[in-house]
């Protein structure tokens, strides 16, 4: 019995190059579109409904969110499918989640305005640049990402760990410590 061919979602998943003219990257790009019709309709929506911004985030993210999730738009991904969210996590104004490789938010999280989480990235070959690979982010429970900070692929957030504002975080960050910088290195171990 031959094994069953992946799908492209699951080979990015996977870490694999993923080409522009892979025959089935239309399915990726439906979902890029799809993502950006939702992220509009949700900046679009009134603040005051925190119930509402669930609701649509929750379509976004295709599956549902905890009532204790608290997002303040604006929002923005390029995929939106591959986002988890933990309870009690709270994601301030202008954040980008570009979540083809999968973002993990587990709970306690406190997402400051502006953090930028990039799970995909573009291989240096020339040759190669329009095609992309992902790996996945993880923040762990309690973490706290100060604002405008960018956390780039394959990246985990240890427990408890604070990233200062305007850090780029391009390695695992320890549990129970403070990295600022750029890049960030470990500034104090709390």
Sequence with gaps: MEPQARTIFERELA????SLDDPDY???YAVIRKAIRLTSELNAMP???NAQVNRAFSQLIDRPVDDTFFLIPPFYTDFGHNIRIGRNVFVNHACTFMDRGGITLEDNVLIGP???LITTNHPTEPGQRRSTYSRPIVIRQGAWLGANATVMPGVTIGENAIVGAGAVVTKDVPAGCIV???PARVVKHL
Aim: proline share 6%; charged share 25%; glycine share 12%.
């Design 15 to 18: 870490g694999e190059l993923i």
């Design 26 to 28: 239309p399915l990726i």
């Design 47 to 49: 603040v005051d409904d």
């Design 114 to 116: 502006k953090v930028n």
């Design 180 to 182: 600022a910088g750029v």
